[in-house]
């Protein structure tokens, strides 16, 4: 439960070498009161409680943000573009913005805000369908779009589009996504139910955040904004609406949907590359106090066989299916021994950092070629499941990867896949038809066949 108190009122900040996360619990005493909303790269404060603690309701809400939008007509500098940047390189700017007087407290008001509500500009993408609005909704569309109408360091950012589309990015530090998903599956149910409510609070007006930009910082937003739109260029988001059947099916056969979908995804790597790879799938431990994750590793030496023999015409039926039951298996076990505090990813890690930290010769088990290509995440997944159609997006973990996040709902699945478009082994929409074809083939099989 402890992610969800660093959810609000929390932010990344740069520091040399590690950066830091700041959060405003909601039981101290100078706990924030507001938001902050930011239009055509305009930064407002937004308080929405009052001086005695009174929230602002829906209309007054309302009535204030379109009061920032009244009030701002041309972009200014895309200041929000800096957190983009490098870590080392944004630590190294952030000093120099925070020197002026009027640009650290306006630093200040964005890091303590409850959250960072961003207008967006028409957003008209090129392509159909869902992806290139997810595109906006990971990273704004680039700098001649809504990039700079950003703060990627705050933890959470709800994302208004004049489109109509929807969404938000979070600042992966404080929390999992989960406890993300959870909030927005909350905020939206609260949204449908709750009735009109007559304002108990007194409104005050939205107070600009103003930034006064010398010549250095307005060179690290130049250097940002290239360096942003390369990477945009470079990324490749495709969104799977896989709508066969949900995680309604693998239930009826009594198998567990994540480990089904897990398995799946290693036959669609395997059509499509010729072999299997080291394949992380995030696995909560938040059962433990200050608990965050440990790896699944999802390719294992039943998934190889299974995917190896479903296109093998010389295996029988009965024998494929065999075969898939005991990969989902095997999953389902290393996944019980991960998230029960078994695996081994996490205390590898531990002991790195502890030699490192001390002085110590990094161990030759960290130096074995086995080791790095065992941690060389080409398929790098996550479960996220919500009560909404929803679906999440990250990068590949690696230049030669894949980012695969997913909600498995009861009658259809949503994937959020992404691949690197100047790695010319992959392709997101490659592994997107892969997939699709293998969810639906293993359903065939499982439905066609009996266990022997």
Not at 171 to 192: F, I, Q
Not at 193 to 218: I, M, N, Y
């Amino acid at each position: 439960m402890a992610q969800y108190y660093k959810l609000f009122g929390a932010c990344r900040i740069p520091k040399p070498q590690r950066d830091g996360v700041i959060c405003y619990a909601p039981d101290q005493p100078d706990r924030p009161d507001h938001i902050v909303v930011v239009y055509k790269n305009h930064f407002f404060k937004l308080r929405v409680y009052d001086e005695e603690e009174r929230s602002l309701n829906p209309s007054q809400i309302e009535e204030q943000l379109r009061a920032i939008l009244g009030r701002v007509e041309t972009r200014a500098p895309p200041v929000g573009i800096l957190t983009s940047e490098q870590r080392d390189e944004w630590a190294q700017v952030y000093p120099l913005l925070r020197q002026d007087p009027a640009n650290a407290s306006s630093l200040d008001e964005i890091e303590r805000s409850l959250f960072v509500v961003c207008l967006d500009d028409e957003y008209r993408p090129q392509g159909e369908g869902l992806s290139p609005y997810a595109g906006q909704m990971l990273h704004g569309a680039g700098s001649g779009f809504n990039s700079g109408n950003r703060w990627f360091d705050k933890t959470l950012q709800f994302i208004i589009g004049r489109n109509g589309f929807n969404g938000l990015i979070y600042e992966h530090a404080p929390a999992e996504g989960p406890p993300v998903v959870a909030v927005t599956d909350h905020a939206l149910e609260y949204c449908a139910k709750a009735a009109a409510a007559a304002p108990t609070a007194t409104a005050e007006s939205p107070t600009p955040l103003s930034f006064h930009l010398g010549p250095p910082v307005l060179d690290a937003i130049e250097r940002a904004k290239k360096k942003l739109d390369g990477l945009i260029g470079d990324l490749q988001v495709e969104v799977l609406v896989f709508d066969s059947f949900g995680k309604n099916f693998p239930k009826s056969q009594r198998l567990p949907p994540d480990a089904f979908i897990q398995v799946a995804l290693q036959l669609a790597y395997f059509r499509l590359h010729g072999e299997p790879c080291a394949s992380y799938e995030s696995g909560s431990i938040r059962r433990f106090q200050l608990g965050r994750t440990e790896t699944i590793r999802s390719c294992s030496m039943e998934s190889d066989v299974f995917a190896r023999s479903f296109d093998d015409s010389s295996c029988s039926a009965s024998e494929k299916r065999n075969r898939l039951i005991a990969a989902v298996q095997a999953h389902r076990r290393y996944t019980d021994d991960a998230v029960n505090g078994r695996g081994v990813d996490r205390h590898l890690l531990g002991l790195k950092m502890i030699a490192a930290e001390r002085g110590i010769p990094l161990p030759e088990l960290y130096k074995d070629p086995a080791f790095g290509k065992s941690c060389h995440w080409r398929l790098s997944t996550s479960q996220v499941p919500a009560k909404q159609e929803l679906v999440m997006y990250y990068d590949p973990s690696v230049p030669d990867g894949y980012g695969v996040c997913y909600n498995p709902l009861e009658r259809k699945m949503l994937f959020g896949i992404s691949a690197w478009r100047s790695c010319q082994r992959t392709d997101a929409s490659r592994l997107s038809d892969s997939l699709r074809r293998s969810l639906n083939d293993m359903s065939t099989l499982l439905a066609s066949t009996v266990t022997v």
